[in-house]
């Protein structure tokens, strides 16, 4: 991992920090993918990196790890407004300055988030530019919150520059940080979370008709919305007794909240997932 900063003058503040993961075979010649990984609120970029073993996983690829403002994104209820600190253009900036300091495959670059990086996520998912450019995201835990929340309107107006955004998500039915149901979160009401995941079904493939597999002796519940093509462009995994955290079966230090290690490991499901899509003239 090395340190990275990232400078714009028309960003505030005007540098911002992220660790940076560079294969060992990378060569500067080869265009290689991007995973763009937000942490919670909170959380340490470089725990981020830990629980989700995107750097020493199976990815051929970079992985930048930016850092927030005081740890925390746009789209939480304590974050200051767009027109203070813009987290979803900082992103886009994040992916511009490193498209000219690496050979980046312009058509898969991914985001992965947690929480509150869920959270702005699913805020890039719903930008004009940031949606045309990122080929899928992941979240897990992801912090929707209802106007009412937040500052100013925003997980309320989404619009993706092109359909489907292809986003895979997991959820625990005890998440006792960002609740299922939403209206009982405690930092105020977020979506629930089935609500949020038909919404961007409808809008991904017209309908929420989706497939239900049974995971994990009935533990785990896979929900698949496929668009016309048969591509699942929309997965929702619903996790029986899981709290809030990146989902994998070795214990971490936030098993508290986790309520410790689940059935499955999340991140090669997100790799598979991501290695599904890109981002060509024209759409996917």
Excluded at 112 to 120: E, I, W, Y
Aim: hydrophobic share 35%.
């Amino acid at each position: 991992m090395i340190e990275y900063n990232v400078h714009s003058e028309h960003m505030h503040p005007s540098q911002r920090h992220a660790i940076l993961h560079v294969p060992d075979d990378y060569d500067g010649q080869s265009p290689v993918p991007l995973i763009v990984g937000l942490h919670g609120k909170a959380q340490p970029p470089n725990e981020f990196a830990e629980h989700t073993q995107f750097s020493t996983s199976t990815f051929k690829g970079l992985v930048v790890y930016p850092e927030g403002i005081k740890l925390q994104w746009t789209g939480d209820p304590e974050s200051p407004p767009r027109k203070v600190i813009d987290d979803i253009a900082f992103i886009n900036v994040l992916i511009d300055q490193l498209q000219n300091d690496y050979s980046i495959d312009a058509s898969r670059i991914y985001v992965a988030g947690f929480s509150n990086g869920g959270g702005l996520a699913a805020l890039l998912a719903g930008d004009p530019k940031a949606s045309g450019r990122i080929a899928a995201f992941a979240i897990s835990s992801g912090a929707f919150y209802k106007d009412e929340a937040l500052k100013e309107p925003l997980f309320s107006r989404c619009h993706p520059s092109r359909l489907p955004v292809p986003i895979l998500e997991f959820h625990g039915d005890s998440d006792p940080v960002i609740h299922y149901v939403g209206k009982t979160t405690p930092d105020g009401p977020s979506y629930p979370v089935w609500d949020w995941v038909t919404e961007w079904a409808k809008r991904n493939t017209g309908t929420a008709e989706n497939t239900r597999t049974s995971l994990y002796d009935g533990k785990v519940e896979k929900y698949s919305f496929a668009s016309d093509d048969g591509n699942e462009v929309l997965v929702h995994y619903y996790i029986h007794g899981f709290g809030h955290g990146w989902p994998t079966k070795r214990p971490l230090n936030n098993d508290e909240q986790r309520h410790g290690p689940t059935y499955f490991d999340a991140t090669p499901i997100v790799l598979d997932f991501f290695s599904r899509f890109a981002i060509h003239k024209g759409g996917l």
